[in-house]
C-alpha cells in the first residue's frame, strides 16, 4: 500500500478517526520512583528551584508537522497548594485550531506587549480561567518545549491559593479541573505510547486519571512537560 504523505505531517489529534485512548501502551515506568511526597511541600518546591540540581529534560520537541513560523508561547504550571498539593489542568474547547479538545495547562501565544514568559503565562491564565495574580506565586521555569505545531513553549511553575476563583472563557476552556501532584510525579502512572501513519512512529507519554467516574486523559505536550517536571525533581 502507498503511503500517504500527508499522514507524516499531520497532528496526532487531527488523524482520521485517531484515539490517543485506543493506542496500544509499550511500557509503564514502573522501575522509576516516585518522588517523595516531603519533595512536593510548597517550601521543598522553591527551594528546589532556588537551588536546582544538574539535570536534563527528557522530552524536548515533537515532530514538526506544522509550516507555520515558529511562535514563542507560555503554558502556567499551577500547583495548588492544598493540603495534598494539586495541579490545575484545563480541558480545551473541542473547536479551537490547535489541540482542541486535549487536557493542557492554561497558556498561549505571546503577544506584543508581554514583557517576559511570565507575563505571557499569566495574562492567558486570566483570560482563560479567570485566575488572578494576586492568587499565584511564580516559583522558576522549565526549559522550553517545543510542539508540532511550531510553538516554543516555556513552563512556567507557581504555587496557587487554594482560595482562589475560576471563571472559564467558554470559547476556549470546555473544564477545570484538579490533579494530585503525587500522582503525576509517580512514574508508575506514566504510560508509553507508540504507533506508526504514514511509515513515521510517533510516540508520546499519557498519564490518565480517574477524576470520580471520569477519566482525565493527561497526554501530548502537556504530559511530556510534567514529565519533564518528574526528571527535576526527582534529579
Known amino acids: 500500500m502507498p503511503i500517504d504523505p500527508t499522514l507524516a505531517t499531520t497532528p496526532l489529534s487531527q488523524l482520521p478517526n ?7 501502551v509499550i511500557g509503564i515506568d514502573t522501575h522509576l520512583p516516585a518522588v517523595d ?3 512536593l511541600a510548597p517550601e521543598a518546591l522553591r527551594e528546589r528551584f ?10 524536548w520537541t515533537e515532530r514538526k508537522f506544522s509550516q507555520r513560523e515558529p ?11 492544598r493540603e495534598k498539593p494539586t495541579v490545575l489542568l484545563t480541558e480545551r474547547t473541542t473547536h479551537l485550531s490547535t489541540h482542541s479538545g486535549q ?13 517576559d514568559e511570565t507575563h505571557t503565562a499569566l495574562r492567558e491564565a486570566h483570560e482563560e480561567i479567570g485566575l488572578e495574580p494576586a492568587f499565584i506565586e511564580v516559583i522558576g521555569q522549565m ?11 516555556t513552563p512556567v511553575v507557581a504555587l496557587v491559593d487554594p482560595a482562589h476563583h475560576l471563571k472559564l472563557n467558554a470559547f476556549e476552556v470546555a473544564d477545570a479541573f484538579e490533579v494530585p501532584l503525587e500522582f503525576l510525579m509517580n512514574p508508575a502512572h506514566h504510560r508509553r505510547h507508540a504507533v506508526e501513519f504514514g511509515g513515521i ?6 498519564m490518565p486519571y480517574m477524576d470520580g467516574s471520569a477519566e482525565r486523559f493527561v497526554w501530548g505536550a502537556t504530559a511530556a ?5 518528574y526528571r527535576f525533581l526527582s534529579a
Do not use: C
Not at 50 to 59: F, I, K, M
Open 71 to 81: 511562535a514563542l508561547a507560555s503554558v502556567l504550571v499551577p500547583i495548588v497548594m
Open 18 to 24: 485517531f484515539d490517543p485512548r485506543t493506542v496500544p
Open 50 to 59: 532556588r537551588a536546582p540540581p544538574a539535570w536534563e529534560p527528557e522530552v
Open 143 to 153: 526549559p522550553i518545549y517545543t510542539t508540532g505545531s511550531q510553538f516554543i513553549i
Open 201 to 206: 512512529r510517533r510516540e508520546w507519554f499519557s
Open 37 to 39: 511526597a516531603r519533595a
Open 103 to 115: 487536557v493542557a495547562f492554561p497558556g498561549g501565544k505571546r503577544d506584543d506587549t508581554d514583557t
Open 225 to 229: 512537560m510534567l514529565r519533564n517536571f
